[in-house]
């Protein structure tokens, strides 16, 4: 199934696919009526079926992978890895041992991601399981690290994929991509056990090179290189730092100096990279926010407007040490954002040492999407930008004395939920029971007024929805005259999702009825409004949900936990406590056991949690979400209705407190 072949246009999926009959070029282009991603891809999925059925029919080959093609691919996959090993062995100083149990590391890595996909997760059952086959602890961490290591990257890069495609006549679809992806991760599991095999007990044998040397009356390499005397020492020239190099010799050829003209800075070469993976769908807005941030410190570490051809070995270290100088909640200040990293060391002079230094796992995470911007600066598409060394992150990656996963944080440093008497706290504030006024909606009065502030706490828990996808809510994606009032979670212009899982419908809650919603999306339709809580539209924030949590929920918190939950507790440097997202979870366990799992997982807009689940089970339809979220009634069942629904007042209906309201102190 071509799932690349799905495009979201204003709400509604079309296929597009185009096929060659008979030498003829044929675009398809089909509207499917449906904005639910579950229901598309079934369509697509019986489209794909009937196209081929229409190729055999004219004549034409099927586009399904054949048996005999991915041979071919696993063969040419396996002698590229073996070779690659085995040299990486040869040149190595470290016993036999050393490099089998590294084989054997790597083998295991690729045979998981062949079995369950390039994109599959390492769970602890995975690592319980190589336990019990008598594995170490520490060497069952290794395949964990390997795997966590490749997670934001491609194990299988997209020009293998196709090079193999256009050698051995692969059509290029989403099911045979993943064959391909998963036959040479088998091939590299085979090339690791056979590298294994051919070692010697001890270091390697050149004994056999001795005799083919003996055999080969060629010049001498030292003696090609001019009219030195053939007697002369060998040895090379002393070698400078490519940086040195680059920068004092002069270029002798005009190729050289376009080459030296055509270098690129790293932050360009990061922008075109985004640019690329965006145009793709593959980087969501944080991810894009991911990849500056970390292009950004690796910049400062190469001495700033660094070129991607000047970046050298010594450049990791310079990251690495940075990170370890840098405070670990850096960027915060307005000095940091006015001068940039320079301040942000110059505020970690003053620190505790607790609150300085990136940490090993967040720093990893840098060096992932590091390394794909150089990759993709040196190819094709990037435009060969090649570093001026071979870069290898594996010292970077490894901290010291580094503990095993389960050991890296502790229970109470996990994200936690509200509790339902935690819950029950918060929505008694006097938003809902009667506050003095609408600037001051936290203490004691007889003024109750439908808006964000109301609504979204309520919200947060009966649905257990992510912020973001809540306070965006437009007027357009809400249908309250339907038989099941609905609205609809999807891509907008002013809000991302987190995955295309996400798109979904929720019917509104009874509660949200009783207490007189439909009447308030109908009067502020009426108004005109493009957002159902168009106070929390702030110019200038970064979305929706930062909006909503700095002007409401976080002083909401505040008011019903003055010192914080018995959770909060501080992690680099920074107090965290249970937030808009711990709601999620509170929803979820209350469902659970109560709700089937696919449903749960519909409601939550989660992954299914099975194959089957994931790519062939229908949404579930919106009375069965309905009758599923009744059981969160118990969390607002106290609050009491307020007829006539009361708006804001007409000129307070978007962001902003009215003029001359006093500052707080």
Known sequence: MALQNLRLRGGTYHWRRKITV???????????????????????????????????????????VQAAQLKQVFKDALRWQLRRIQTDQIASPLPSDDHARANSIHAEAWRFLAQNGTDAPWTIDEHDRLLDAGWSNADAMQVATFLFDNTNGAPVSGRQIDQYADSFGIAKTETNVSALKRIICEA?????????ETLSPENFDYSDWVDEAMEVDDPLAFEEAGDADADADPSPPPQSHPKETMASAPPETEQAVARSDNKKLLRDACEDCISAYVAEGAWSDDTVKQVRTAITLF???????????????????????????????????????????????????????????????????????IDTVLQFAASDQGGEHRTADDISWKQARQGLGKRKQSQRKRDRDRRANWTHQEIKRLLSAPIWTGCAHLDDRLNPGKEIYHDGWYWLPLMLALYGGRSAELVALPMSDIHEDQPIPFFQIDYTEDRDLKNVQSIRKLPIHPELIRLGFIDYVSEMRALGHKFAFPEMRAPGASSFASTFYKSAFKHLRKWAFPQGTAWRHKVGGAWIDKDTHSFRGAASSVMKGKVEDSVRCDILGHEGETETARTYDEEAELSVKLDALKPLSLFTKHIEPVRPVRLRPADRQKHGARRGRPKKK
């Not at 590299?188 to 294994?196: D, E, F, L």
């Open 22 to 64: 008979r030498g003829h070029a044929i675009p398809l282009s089909m509207a499917l009526n449906t904005g639910s991603f579950y229901h598309a891809r079934s369509i697509a999925a019986k489209l794909e079926a009937m196209l081929e059925d229409l190729r055999v029919a004219y004549g034409q080959e099927g586009t399904v």
């Open 188 to 196: 590299r599991a085979a090339a690791c056990r056979k590298a294994t």
């Open 299 to 369: 910049d400062y570490a190469c001495g700033t407007d660094g070129y991607v051809e000047d970046v050298s070995k010594k450049d990791v270290l310079e990251f690495k040490s940075l990170c370890r100088e840098i405070p670990n909640r850096w960027g915060r200040t307005t000095d940091e954002q006015k001068r940039g990293i320079i301040a942000s060391l110059e505020r970690a002079a003053s620190l505790p040492a607790e609150e300085v230094g990136i940490s090993q796992i967040t720093m990893n995470k840098h060096i992932s999407w």
